[in-house]
């Protein structure tokens, strides 16, 4: 691979920038259980990465390290610059950094804008005094986020939906809903835990599109976990590959996909 | 035919997220303002007052106030009683201490203590859920009502233990004492539900109700999208217990006039106002309405009918009444967990087709 210290450019001509987020020698342990074990990656601003492994290779839990729901037993989570202390999730969404689950994780009760809008939380000014006599900046702050949050529902092709309660809505768009309150944060990195599983292939080929253009258009990082192959080569940039809680690869597509260790993680060793 | 959003068209985002989108509704909430404020006070009467508008509007604060806590921040609560108690007792130091200052104030007063004890007790939900933060606030409902007959202080020293409320008036008219007026009572706590109730729509269509939703329906996805649950969990317990402070204030002060804390704001009290939530349905305002506008006519209903009308004896109609409240409840909890609020809605989304069945 070629030298990334400045960034990079992408086959299709895409500007990646510097360092985003690196994680520096993360080893996460549950008792004896060792989860993730001395792992560093660096994430680039503008790229698409991919986080792959089989099942138990530690994946969620690294999402949920750099969205600050694990704490890493060693090792450091620097994010633009500087090392990260230690911060509930919450705090760490107010930094910049938005997910989605891979069990849909939508508030059910709640519709499709009011679960796109509850995404702009971290956005919003307005305190409980103003809101409780809906006066000065509460209502007014209302109508400007309602306006960016129907630019997020214009993109997703989700007008249709709009008032509905998202409990009643089908698997393929609760997926496309919750890629919209995630959205709706304005992130500067957007996880991504298995965004297409369950999918048909037409549901799968939309939310890829949403990845390419949320990316493109908004120029947004993105870190993706997914387990379907075809979708992870074609969409991503770099591709991390895990097993048993060790990194057994880094690098483009193409040199992941020949990589000795990684096909013998995924298709097995013979032993004779 | 009538009830359509067709033809009525929102240009901008105001006007799409206002309370009463259709316009049918728009007039049916001011006919009922004209009737609350233009009609009812000319006609009230102290059987009335006392026995159907006053408790509904009291228990109407009380539903909204435990409506937002346990229906949209989904924190369950058997302690309404109890808050209820601070805030009779809150709103009798103050009445005893500052005699001179307007009643108004210490209602107020009153459910902003409430709100403080109310965050006291809402520490526990930080670490516990469910059945468990149910048991928690169960041990603050009977902690308070242990503590307002314990300590003297409370109820001024005064030998039968009860609190008794002082005359008070409000503009020259007795809002307080034997001398109050059907309508003078009646006005003030309708004037009590009309703001409070705005407010609580208020904060429920805003930031704030969206985080506590939020955290009912997923806690850990409302963490990770920027949600303080700290903030939003304590917020909810502090408008709640400030809504229940108010409610209790209003039913010593106004309603009872005197009280025993034990025989007013028991455990029976707490259930209660569970059940006009329950009723009425979680996490909705209207529903809060319905829930107390069942629970407190229903028994002047029976009690019309079976006593008045087939002549029963009183206690046979009392026992029934009980019976069929559980009966009622049981009924909900199976067939429309989200109560008559959602029978409500779904009768709304037939009408707009109607006459069309889709």
Partial sequence: ?272 | MFYREAGDFKTSYVNDSQTFPIQFDRWRYYAVLFVALGIVPFVINDYWASAVFVPFLIYSIAAIGLNILTGYCGQVSLGTGGFMAVGAYAVYKLMTAFPEVNIIFHVLGAGIITAGVGVLFGLPSLRIKGFYLAVATLAAQFFLVWLFNKVPWFYNYSASGQISAPERTLAGIALTGPEASATAKYLVCLGFVFVLAWLARNLTRGTVGRSWMAIRDMDIAAEIIGVNPLRAKLTAFAVSSFFIGIAGALFFAVYLGAVEVGEAFGINKSFLVLFMVIIGGLGSIFGSFAGAAFLVLLPVFLKNVLVGGLGWPTDLAAHLELMIVGGLIVFFLIAEPHGLAQLWRLAKEKLRLWPFPH
């Fill in chain 1, 1 to 272: 691979m070629k030298d990334i210290a400045e960034g990079y450019v992408t086959a299709d001509g895409r500007k990646i920038g510097g360092t985003l987020m690196e994680m520096k020698n993360i080893t996460l342990r549950f008792g004896g259980v060792v989860a993730i074990k001395d792992i560093s990656f660096d994430i680039r601003e503008g790229e698409i990465r991919a986080i792959i492994g089989p099942n138990g290779a530690g994946k969620s839990s690294m999402l949920n390290v750099i969205s600050g729901f694990y704490v890493p037993t060693e090792g450091e989570v620097w994010f633009r610059g500087e090392p990260r202390p230690q911060m509930r999730p919450y705090q760490v969404a107010r930094q910049g950094i938005a997910r989605t689950f891979q069990n849909i994780a939508l508030f059910k009760g709640m519709s499709t804008l009011d679960n796109i809008m509850t995404g702009r939380m971290t956005l919003m000014e307005s305190n409980m005094a103003q809101q409780a006599f809906w006066w000065g900046r509460a209502q007014k702050e209302e109508s400007e986020h309602r306006e960016k949050v129907e630019k997020i529902i214009d993109f997703l092709e989700i007008q249709a939906i709009r008032k509905t309660p998202v409990g009643r809505l089908p698997y393929g768009l609760q997926k496309r809903v919750e890629l919209g309150r995630a959205l709706a944060a304005e992130p500067k990195l957007l996880l991504l835990d298995e965004p297409m599983a369950g999918m048909n292939v037409e549901e799968k080929e939309d939310m890829s599109r949403f990845i390419l253009d949320v990316n493109d258009e908004f120029g947004t990082t993105i870190a993706l976990i997914e387990h379907d192959m075809g979708v992870v080569m074609d969409l991503s940039d770099r591709v991390v590959v895990m097993d048993y809680g060790k990194k057994i690869g880094d690098g483009t597509p193409d040199e992941v996909r020949n990589n000795q260790d990684v096909i013998d993680a995924y298709l097995g060793v013979s032993h004779d």
